[in-house]
């Protein structure tokens, strides 16, 4: 970080936004954006943006974009994030660069799972996975490999990506990249060994991650990560709780809060305060543009809200369904068959089509390709009508433009 700051700085005589030092201050942003120095990053973009002699090479200005991109994403922007990374893409592709379409890559699929946009995730995710194991050109093969993995666990189930996970576990390269750069990595990598019954991956990430915190301890993002990981190892809800609010990283805070309630609501004494963890994390995925977590996180409130002996709060359409109805409609809002809604509910196709017909009824849509269209908008609803302190400015993001860069 260091040699990127000083690189950054004009050579004697070289006019500020151009030259050599224009493009290592776009790396050193790029750097501070991945231990989420926000703020000075986004400082340097928009002066070399703003810069009189502003950059014309096309390979520069898609580095521009793409950095734009990382920090949009990583501020909790994935509509603005996507944009921009199309932009860089097609600039990257005009200047025939190899090493940029990564970075713009792994935006656009993390943007487009989180967004439900599973169709647009699974093209980027091919992208992604044949640069991170194929060893093509470019500086991050692990969050290439994480970002792949994420979009093809969504479409196809935590165990279609076993080993794409234990591949960066046990790779020092891939994962050195990614458990420094996405704060949210390394508890998405336990959270997994956890669910596949894999100790090792687990533990192996906590470990690892707890050696990357000792090295770099001025970095916060790097400390809530590592302390993110162990508090979920160790199942402890209180150090979760410290985790959230040291994160840096918007998303991350949420995923850390939904880990907390995770682990409090096993005990029916704290199934109240897990459900306010809850309402903290649906409000965080709100304003982070992650619309299948919120979804994901409002069927779990209405779960424990029913378990706390209180009816669901909601009056909208989407609070009629069951747990069930809601699941399905979630698989099939983001293009799974029948069969395959059948395969990850433990349900027969016959059965999915049955309770189709009801959630149709109850939504008042008449279609799949209407329930798709109108499902994010309807969440979005189910959320307004719960209290809460303050409502995030945010508007989720229509479905992204199906493209091959």
Known sequence: MELAAAASQPAPGERAGRGS?????????????????????????????????????????????????????????????????????????????????????????????RSLDLTTGLLYANYLRDAGLLGQENLMPGQCVWAAAQALEARNGLESVAHLLKGIAYDDVLAGDLLVSQPAAASWLVRAGQRLGDDDLAEGTVRRMSGIALANP????????????????????????TAAERHLDPWARASALEDASRIRSARVSERDRAVGLLRRAADAYLGAGASR????????????????????????????????????????????????????????????????????????????????????????????DSPRESEPGFKIRPPMARQAV
């Open 21 to 113: 030092s224009l493009e290592a201050r776009i790396w050193y942003a790029t750097l501070l954006t991945r231990v989420r120095g926000l703020r000075p990053a986004g400082r340097l973009v928009a002066a070399a943006t703003s810069a009189p002699h502003a950059p014309h090479r096309p390979e520069v200005q898609a580095a521009l974009h793409l950095c734009q991109a990382e920090i949009h994403l990583a501020g909790g922007r994935p509509a603005e994030a996507a944009a921009a990374a199309e932009a860089g893409l097609r600039l990257a592709g005009q200047a025939g660069s190899r090493g940029l379409p990564p970075r713009g890559h792994v935006v656009m699929a993390v943007c487009s799972v």
């Open 218 to 241: 001025s970095f916060r993002s790097v400390q809530a990560a590592a302390e993110h990981a162990a508090a979920l190892y160790e199942r402890d809800a209180d150090a979760l709780e």
């Open 293 to 384: 977590d919120l979804s994901r996180v409002q069927s779990r409130i209405r779960e424990l809200d029913g378990q706390c002996g209180r009816p669901a709060r909601g009056r909208t359409r989407v609070s009629r369904l069951t747990d069930t109805e809601f699941a399905v409609a979630e698989l099939v809002s983001q293009g799974l068959t029948n069969g395959r809604v059948g395969s990850q509910l433990y349900i027969s196709p016959h059965t999915v089509a049955f309770h189709l017909k009801k959630i149709f009824r109850k939504l008042d849509v008449t279609s799949r390709v209407e329930l798709a269209r109108s499902w994010n908008r309807i969440l979005v609803e189910e959320r307004a």
